[in-house]
């Protein structure tokens, strides 16, 4: 019987070398991984605890971790630019999604934020993701496949102009352009008390997607952003980085309610 803590075959494993370079890979059996650094061969960590090291042909040893959905998403081939886990966190958590929701997500660039609600809903629930770019849909299926969440992805390939296909849903996020131009579809997509949020990158987007949200049964704005600054880990000589992730975008976010219960108040 295999051991909880040992790694297995299909699994996805971090490779985090002792001068910070790290590689996550999926082990296939009589496969191998190659850099630099030498050659590792798959068998030869299929098998091991996890936390144990690893050492290539080279000598260059490596710790076997398990990944972190923060690790995860870094891993993630982009076409797109991709929202930063700063914001994807507060997102998710703002929005009450966790294991068995449904949500939908109009704009699945990259895929990024799409594994990142896939985690969140668990294998009992489900993420509607719409593109309207075939090529980069394509690349956001195989992240999606690579990371093992297609089972609670489903993937439309449409403009939001055309509608969306789901409605009654408790959650919507959004991540394009000019979001004020579909407001009519969000509100058709979700049900009354239904959580709505949004990332765009200027002042002037987010003015335009408040008027016209205000407008059409929409109710307690949050305008929002995420500032993360990292330290260097060093005792003797803790100090800030020297660079920070700073504005990523502007987080918008909203309820979906009873239109008649704000006309006295527009």
């Given at each position: ?71 995860l998403l870094r891993s993630v081939n ?156 060093v005792a003797r000589r803790l100090r ?27």
């Amino acid at each position: 019987m295999t051991e909880i803590n040992q790694i297995e075959a299909n699994d996805l494993v971090q490779l985090q070398g002792f001068e910070g370079k790290t590689k996550i890979i999926k082990l296939i059996k009589g496969q191998s991984h190659q850099s630099k650094d030498g050659v590792i061969n798959h068998d030869e960590i299929i098998g091991l605890n996890w936390g144990e090291t690893i050492a290539s042909h080279m000598g260059k040893r490596f710790f076997c971790l398990r990944p972190a959905l923060d690790d995860l998403l870094r891993s993630v081939n982009r076409k797109t630019q991709t929202l930063y886990p700063k914001d994807m966190a507060y997102i998710l958590l703002s929005m009450g999604i966790g294991p068995g929701d449904e949500i939908v997500e109009i704009g699945t660039g990259s895929g990024a934020m799409t594994i990142a609600m896939a985690h969140s809903v668990g294998t009992s629930g489900k993420v509607f993701t719409y593109e309207r770019r075939p090529e980069i849909q394509q690349t956001a299926i195989e992240n999606v496949e690579r990371l093992g969440y297609s089972q609670q992805v489903e993937f439309v390939l449409g403009d939001v102009v055309d509608g969306i296909g789901q409605s009654n849903q408790r959650a919507l996020f959004v991540d394009m352009p000019d979001p004020e131009m579909y407001v009519e579809q969000f509100k058709n997509c979700l049900q009354i008390g239904g959580f709505f949020a949004c990332i765009l990158p200027t002042t002037n987007q987010v003015s335009a997607l408040l008027l016209v949200l205000k407008r059409n049964g929409f109710a307690l704005f949050e305008v929002s952003e995420i500032l993360h600054r990292y330290y260097k880990p060093v005792a003797r000589r803790l100090r800030p980085a020297d660079s920070m992730v700073a504005h990523t975008g502007f987080l918008v976010f909203a309820r979906h309610v009873d239109e008649n219960e704000l006309k006295d108040k527009l």
